[in-house]
């Protein structure tokens, strides 16, 4: 066998972000920093930007990948542009409050995306007059009326979370 044909010990770094993996992790920024798709992982460096961008970057890299397969998915930064955002992230972790939030969306939003969605179960005990008249979704808008003004018509709501 030849040295071309062997492994190199170095190929981890010449494989690129599943593309799947970026769109889902840029979808999920998108959605907590109400950003386009395109304008996270695109060159411009306006503000609104830097944020989500940087929040992607940390993703991917605890996910396993390395800087410079960040940089490339990320419209061809170099690894110092991802160290900078990964440093970025942690700072903005530790004395931003409302960046924290962010991430903490973020970050549940990227555990639904890999582990599936959890099944809530919603128990709801109340008097609805005429309910037998009404249509399932009408009741369920009247029940859900009376526990959000706080009627006394509503007994009791148990919810239930089902972890997988």
């Not at 989500?52 to 993703?59: E, G």
């Not at 309910?131 to 006394?152: E, G, H, I, T, W």
């Amino acid at each position: 066998m030849s040295n071309l044909h062997k492994k190199s010990p170095y190929a981890a770094l010449h494989r690129s972000v599943n593309r799947s993996e970026l769109d889902k992790v840029v979808g999920a920024a998108s959605l907590v920093w109400n950003q386009k798709p395109q304008d996270i992982v695109g060159r411009r460096r306006t503000g609104a930007f830097i944020e989500p961008r940087h929040s992607v970057m940390m993703v991917l890299y605890e996910r396993g990948h390395s800087m410079v397969q960040i940089g490339k998915a990320l419209d061809g930064r170099d690894h110092g542009a991802v160290l900078h955002g990964l440093r970025n992230v942690r700072a903005w972790i530790e004395t931003d409050k409302k960046f924290r939030k962010r991430w903490e969306a973020f970050q549940r939003i990227m555990d639904e995306a890999d582990n599936g969605p959890k099944e809530v179960v919603i128990t709801l005990r109340c008097n609805i007059p005429g309910f037998r008249s009404l249509s399932q979704r009408q009741v369920l808008l009247a029940a859900l009326k009376l526990v959000r003004d706080k009627s006394p018509r509503a007994h009791s709501v148990t919810i239930l979370e089902d972890e997988r």
